[in-house]
């Protein structure tokens, strides 16, 4: 177990220091716009942009249950993965808008349906299949500041395969949960509490290692590229240690 944590914790700490070096060499890549090498900003529904806003939003819900569970439990364990979750993610998070905003680009696209880039979306920045998305616009993070207009907990064209990776009803992007699940972990305590953290948090790094595998093959800002192997390789990492700390709560992933 403390072999693991720290392993995890290790992988935590590199993926921090992925983003402050991303963070400097998106503002030193092409003309300081953070575009690749060609100097060009990526387009509005490129991989690049696509990724930056739905991962935001998926780090948005891991950032509000790690702070959900914090106030349930009081096993320093649980407690110590879910800081370190949310403290790496909303670090993330808020570069990935940063670079939204260094390229010029709306941090929410109304016809965008989430995690379309993956798979489908035209690497040259066309826009390809996009329908009609009805985001809610009235989510806010913890601290009570708005998100970047998803509610993140639910869509309606959840349930659909989207690029490859399938979200469940009732679920905006692949690996969230719904609002119901939000739910039941604000009403749980102790060691239940504990037990559905872990198994949300299994299944949210799941599709959020989905996603990020993605922008590692198709996007072009070699920044972004690199932050996003990071996540892969911090999130696998916890998603091992979170099966060792359900393991030894008698219980297991989901699904």
Known sequence: ????????????????????????????????????????????????????????????????????????????????LAYDIANTQANQRGMLLGWLDLWGLPKVVADEPPMSWMGSADQHGGHAGHGTSGHDTSGHDAAGHGTSGHDTSSHDTAGHDMGGAAAKPGALMAGMATKEELAQLGAAEGRDAEVLYLQLMTDHHKGGVAMAQGCATQCKTPAERDLARGMVEAQQSELTLMADMLKQRGAAPRG
């Open 1 to 80: 177990m403390t072999r693991t944590y720290w392993a995890a914790g290790t992988a935590v700490l590199l993926a921090l220091l992925f983003a402050g070096a991303a963070t400097v060499t998106a503002a030193s890549d092409g003309d300081g716009d953070g575009s690749g090498p060609s100097g060009r900003a990526p387009g509005l529904h490129s991989p690049d942009a696509g990724f930056a806003r739905d991962m935001a939003v998926h780090h948005q819900q891991a950032v509000e249950m790690s702070f959900i569970v914090r106030d349930r439990t009081k096993d320093e364990p649980v407690r110590g």
